[in-house]
């Protein structure tokens, strides 16, 4: 998914904004009908996101954008029967969407939310579209320590039971600071805050492990500056968290670009997978600026590879700075 740009429900203009291609780079686009929507507007915002749903749709017969290239488009829903109702009165219009978001995702709503999507997938025409389940982690029962362990193996549970519908398990760290009375500042990284970085460690110890591996996003960025952004982003990465919640079009490519392989990667990468067949179990890389060991290093060059086939290779000595405007670079 990538950098995923998140707009409230009430936007008027979401479904131009789409079809005349406002933001270069968009690759997923969440709705949010959650926190993003105040308790009086829900309404409101649920009008706004079906009349917006049909003008998009109404783009698509009149050729003025291709369904190749839609980004990916997911709500965010505060209810399962929110999720009903909405599905329901989506009609054919639920066709244009990837999936939906399921915020404060626990073990008790968990296992409803996608038996609605399973029901949903289970009956529809083979030929259209398979809807996906983003659960977010953010209650108290995850990042309280003496109920985390227990509730994330339960949560896994219920994932495990439904995985193929699974897109990606999302990170919820503003509801997580917000138990504590705490906030990020826009110099700092959400692996800064202590009792943030502890739970997201756990949450990847479990999710991230290569025998039972999910995706795992990280948590929104709620800052206009791209500092602390991109500070964040890498530091995600070098967790093995890929893909990122954002709140600014300006925001797209800074992330994107982050998730392209370096040549140095590559190579390392590819080193190591064309040589595991025994004969070697440790070589030289080919930047001959470290040792590459065969079996440790395995799993690793597996997920660079998959990244490089997705985000693409840079070429050599060349940086994410490279792939930039020079607006953006100026604020990195």
């Not at 029962?141 to 990606?168: G, M």
């Not at 997705?310 to 070429?315: A, F, H, T």
Request: with cysteine; aromatic share 10%.
């Amino acid at each position: 998914m990538g950098a995923a740009l998140y707009m409230p429900a009430t936007r008027p203009t979401f479904a131009e904004d789409i079809a005349f291609g406002k933001w270069e780079g968009l690759v997923s686009v969440v709705l949010d009908l959650e926190d993003a929507v105040g308790e009086n507007e829900i309404y409101d915002a649920e009008e706004s996101l079906l009349s917006q749903m049909n003008k998009l749709a109404s783009y698509l017969e009149l050729g003025i954008i291709q369904s190749e290239n839609l980004p990916l488009l997911f709500i965010r829903v505060r209810s399962v029967n929110q999720l009903n109702q909405l599905i329901e009165r989506l009609m054919d219009n639920v066709m244009l969407l990837t999936g939906f978001v399921f915020p404060k995702f626990t073990v008790d709503n968990g296992a409803a939310y996608f038996q609605v999507l399973e029901n949903y997938n289970d009956e529809k025409l083979p030929s259209t579209p398979t809807l996906y389940g983003l659960p977010i982690l953010e209650s108290r029962e995850v990042i309280y320590k003496e109920s985390r362990t227990h509730t994330l193996q339960s949560i896994k549970t219920i994932l495990d039971q439904y995985k193929d519908l699974v897109l990606n398990v999302r990170i919820g760290a503003t509801d997580f600071s917000s138990l504590f009375g705490l906030r990020r500042s826009a110099h700092m990284t959400i692996y800064d805050i202590a009792p943030i970085r502890d739970c997201i460690a756990d949450i990847i110890n479990l999710f991230g492990r290569v025998d039972s591996s999910y995706t795992i996003s990280g948590p929104v960025w709620e800052y206009f500056p791209l500092k602390g952004l991109i500070r964040e982003a890498m530091m995600d990465k070098e967790n093995g968290i890929i893909g990122k919640t954002i709140i600014h079009p300006t925001h797209i490519k800074s992330v994107q670009s982050l998730y392209a392989v370096t040549h140095e990667e590559y190579m390392d990468a590819t080193s190591i997978l064309t040589n595991n067949n025994g004969d070697h179990g440790v070589l030289k890389s080919e930047y001959a600026n470290k040792m590459n060991e065969i079996k440790p290093h395995l799993n690793w060059a597996r997920r660079i590879l998959v990244r490089s086939q997705i985000y693409g290779v840079l070429n050599e000595k060349q940086t994410y700075i490279e792939l930039l405007s020079a607006h953006d670079r100026a604020y990195v």
